[in-house]
């Protein structure tokens, strides 16, 4: 990657660079409720005070589909066009005991996808300035080894 | 005091190019007057939803200036509910006489564009391409396909069904029958949802022309009673569109859950008695987890009932009689009338090639959309 020029899509939403990477949560000084991304009040107790909370950088796929079209652009800024588009797939990953985040699967072939399956944190590229700046983003990868877990049912 | 609906006017769901929304919307109003057998300046109120037009309530403009209040109302895809509610409980409090609700809109073609700040959501949620509500759907349905066990051949039946009520219904947008080959063909949008099993952004207007259950006999329509009008935004623990996290340790049911219970118990009435439903067809998924989740069935019975052919016009429990969504399209402000204008037809025996057999007494419509909000309506004779 070097020579490449690569800038987070936002700040505060994930720890990087870093050999492991964290997403930037927040837990409820009030009610106890972890939260992503950080935001400004719970969700359940409408609380505005919080501390900060790296979330786990590992967890289990609760459910996943495919983008198969190019989001409308804007708010949508990836590189290319309708005509270049490449489908990625986007899941909820449950981190154990904190939260379950929606995000950006590293894998886009929903056959080698399965519910349940062990997922870690990655920071990928999603889109690329014209500049040839990397806009990056946070997504889940399947953990190696995990494909025993099976294709997603298929009729 | 109880309401009624007394008239339902329909503009045709589809493309116009060249009419506005507020044109459609005004020959719906016409329609739905002319089918109560009232006039414009005998009308006390109004309730008048759309997302794209910005100030509905203009379209007095082309009804005449009578000085009524006429309301702006929105809540994203249950708008047509919100619309029904407020005209039935002004009726209902002794505010007005006789009210009406109206929806009109003019999308654009495509998937819904907006800058997520308009659902308080960050700016990078729509940059890296997750501010759509389509992958949602996607999401939902394939948990629930891998819970409950339903085959991807049954979503292709509920498209097939759709398509096939909607070609015996001249004002629906989608009148050409495909078969489920040809559904499980289509290229996939949202796996495991395709293209033919999603419904599409349209154009369209409908109307509803209430009054008090004691005075319907002054007018022309047929009465159908306004039984239950419920909506419900989501609770912490919900599974709901449009959602950066979800929390882990508690788990509330869907919105359509909640508003589907409070309605039955308004009404008296239960799933049981329901002889024709509406549900919100966003996709052929959908469909199937709005019949659970308005208790028309438990969780992975829809694989047999649907393989029966139960929520067929000929089955048990008739769904989406007209098309659905998947049949009309969604002309978001017009989307939930347009089901009430259908309920009203099939209560009253109107609803010609598409009509559900054996006099059926109890409709129900339901609506569900972002940012997690459901409306449920139970109609009957």
Known sequence: MSGTRQVPVAEGL????????????????????????????????????????????????????????????????GAGTAATFEPYALGYVELPGEVMVEARLTEPDPARLAIGQPMRLAIVPYSVSADGTQLMTFAFAPVDGADQAGPATEA | MEAVIIGVGLHPFGRFAGKSAMDMAAGAVRSALGDAGVSWPQVQAGFVGSLEVYNPDAIVGRLGLTGIPLR?????????????????RAIETGEHDLTIAIGMDKHPRGAFAADPSVAGLPAWYGQTGMYLTTHFFGMKINRYMHDHGISHQTLAKVAAKNFRNASANDKAWR????????????????????????????????????????????????????????????????????????PVAEHAPSPTVDASREAYEIAGIGPQDVAVAQLQDTDAGSEIIHLAENGLCKDGEQERMIADGETEITGRLPVNTDGGLIGNGEPIGASGLRQIHELVLQLRGAAGARQVAGAPAVGYAHLYGAPGVSAVTILST
């Open chain 1, 14 to 77: 994930f720890t990087w660079p870093s050999d492991e990477p964290r997403l930037i949560g927040a837990q409820c000084a009030g009610c106890g409720l972890v939260r992503f991304p950080a935001g400004s009040a719970c969700e359940r107790c409408g609380g505005t005070q919080a501390a900060e909370r790296l979330l786990s950088g590992r967890g289990t796929l609760w459910t996943f589909t495919t983008q198969g079209f190019r989001p409308p652009s804007p708010p949508y800024d």
């Open chain 2, 72 to 88: 702006g109302v929105f809540n994203g895809c249950a708008t047509a509910g919100t619309a029904v509610a407020m005209a039935a």
């Open chain 2, 175 to 246: 009148r050409t029958p495909l078969s489920e080959a040809e559904i499980l063909a289509s290229p996939v949008l949202n796996y495991p949802l395709r293209q033919f099993m999603y419904c599409g952004p349209d154009e369209g207007a409908a109307a509803i022309v209430l009054c008090r259950a004691d005075q319907a006999h002054e007018y022309a329509g047929r009465p159908v009673r306004v039984r239950a009008c419920a909506l419900r935004s989501r609770r912490i623990g919900a599974f709901e569109v449009q959602s950066p996290s979800v």
